[in-house]
């Protein structure tokens, strides 16, 4: 089984398990909140770009409609002549800035930390992730002094990112023990160990 | 009567079966693994579901191949790899919903729903781990996120739905008026399909042109039509309303559905190998399934798999 397939079963495992919180989710496809706020719809049965809200819109269309922030290229042969959709120069939907992501990955590790640790033990352990590691060996052996800066720069970036989200860890855990004493976070109380490679969640 | 300038040469046709022979091997290829690995059992005995699912898939990866060749991309193995995943995850998200009885649909429309809108789903046996793990290879090849697949994902999803609680309250649609219940049953028909080849599309082409996606809706919405008239008598005995079986003359409707679909395609796509490819696989499937509804009428009806 892949490293991929294992951590998208093992989440749903968790949840199986009620050994997530409810409030949190892991992945929201649905747009629906979002799509309000867009500028644009297309009407797919028709090929017709609306301005959104339009009432030349057709009711049989009404599922069937695409909300669009930047209808692109083909904005002119497919516009609505009622509304005539023109170009804006507003931004694109609010979509995951760099603070977003951050917090995204902060929201993964806080909660499912012990997860990817246990991963990262048994990858790093695995004859597949140390021929990894000898490939990354040979790979930086081979870089020129330029490369092997930017290299440098971007694990150091990596590192302290990565020191950062286990101070904060560390922080929300000591917080939420003063709290009430309960929250655990999907963790167990002490890491567990000798359970044939597997996290006792 | 003149032949219309859409109409499919012999050349297209043979390269058209000999595409279809060569991807059905492929697809086999790229699926056995993950079959192997997540759902052992369809492999066994006499693998009737299996070879069902890798028939979809094929046809999946061939419409998947005349998109791409129309947003004019190559078809490569990874292409190819994500229509093999894409025809598997709809072949088990289509059985959840229509296979196992309406109480199975509607448990497996909830669960689907917090995974669309939570990110968690409940995994209750082998094919629905299957299921799940085609969803994540291919939610790993795309941005999911991005603003039209996501839309794509949900719209298929809403109109699942919908046809679900559709099929579930048959007896409210009986209290409408023939024509209203018509145009619900064909919208819902148009809207499964049409996100369906929307959704495989963007997994593609993710920056196709919106003058091409309304053509592209069409051709799925045509593709439910010709499918459920060839699943009508299966559809009857399970008392399932479907668009195509609720006309009174089905034949001439489908024909004339047909015919205006595959004419706007062919006016409104540029020339290219993927148009002509695309419409020679409309025209064959067409042709397989009014073969199919002829068959299970005189026969009665079976589970088998139609190539």
């Known amino acids: 089984m892949n490293a991929g397939d294992l951590v998208a079963l093992e989440l749903q495992e968790l949840y199986r398990r009620g050994k997530t919180r409810t409030d949190q989710g892991l992945l929201k496809i649905d747009y629906r909140a979002e799509a309000a706020q867009a500028p644009f719809c297309f009407d797919i049965v028709n090929g017709k770009l609306h301005r959104n809200g339009c009432d030349a819109i057709p009711a049989a269309s009404r599922d069937a409609l695409y909300f669009v922030w930047e209808p692109g290229a083909g904005l002119r042969a497919a516009a609505c002549r009622k509304c005539r959709p023109a170009a804006l120069k507003t931004g694109a939907m609010s979509r995951d800035t760099t603070s977003d992501i951050i917090y995204g990955f902060l929201s993964i590790m806080d909660q499912f930390g012990s997860v990817l640790r246990q991963r ?12 990894l590691a000898r490939d990354f060996n040979q790979l930086v052996s081979a870089l020129d002094q330029t490369q092997r800066e930017a290299l440098n720069v971007t694990l150091t970036s990596l590192d302290g990112l990565v020191k950062i989200v286990g101070e904060v860890d560390t922080g929300l855990a000591r917080q939420a023990k003063a709290g009430n004493g309960h929250r655990t976070k999907g963790r167990p109380a002490k890491p567990s160990t000798g359970r044939n490679g597997k996290e006792k969640v | 009567m003149r032949t219309p300038a859409w109409q499919p040469s012999e050349t297209t046709l043979n390269t058209l079966d000999s595409l279809v ?26 693998r009737l579901e299996c070879r069902k699912l890798l028939e979809l898939s094929s046809k999946m990866t061939i419409v998947g191949l005349a998109c791409t060749l129309i947003a004019g991309y190559p078809f490569d193995d990874r292409r190819l790899e994500i229509s093999s995943i894409f025809g598997a995850c709809c072949f088990l998200g289509d059985s959840s919903l229509d296979d196992f009885g309406d109480q199975t649909a509607r448990d497996y429309i909830a669960r689907y729903e917090l995974l669309l809108t939570k990110g968690w789903f ?20 795309r941005d999911v996120l991005d603003v039209m697949l996501r839309q794509a994902i949900l719209g298929l999803f809403l109109s699942q739905k919908k046809d679900v609680e559709m099929r579930s309250g048959a007896s409210s649609l009986r209290t409408l008026p023939q024509r209203s219940r018509l145009r619900l049953l064909r919208e819902c028909a148009r809207d499964r399909s049409g996100h369906a080849i929307t959704l495989l599309n963007l997994f593609l082409v993710p920056s196709l042109s919106l003058e091409y996606h309304n053509l592209v809706y069409a051709a799925g919405s045509l593709i439910m039509h010709i499918d459920d008239h ?24 489908l024909r004339r559905i047909f015919s205006s679909t595959v004419e706007r395609i062919y006016r409104g796509l540029p020339e290219s190998e993927g148009r002509d490819l695309l419409i020679a696989f409309l025209y064959r499937y067409y042709l397989t399934r009014l073969r199919k509804h002829r068959l299970e009428r005189g026969r009665g009806i079976s589970w088998t798999v139609y190539e």
């Open chain 1, 120 to 131: 990262g033990q048994e990858y790093r352990n695995s004859p597949r992730g140390r021929r």
């Open chain 2, 21 to 46: 022979r060569e991807y059905r091997g492929r697809v086999e290829e790229n699926l056995t693994p993950l079959i192997r690995d997540y759902y052992p059992a369809m492999l066994a005995g006499d």
């Open chain 2, 122 to 141: 409940e995994i209750r046996n082998d094919r629905e781990k299957l299921f799940y793990m085609t969803l994540t290879r291919l939610f790993a090849e």
């Open chain 2, 230 to 253: 060839g699943d009508c008598h299966f559809d009857r005995s399970h008392n399932r309303w479907t668009y195509m079986n609720q006309l009174k003359d089905p034949v001439p409707a």
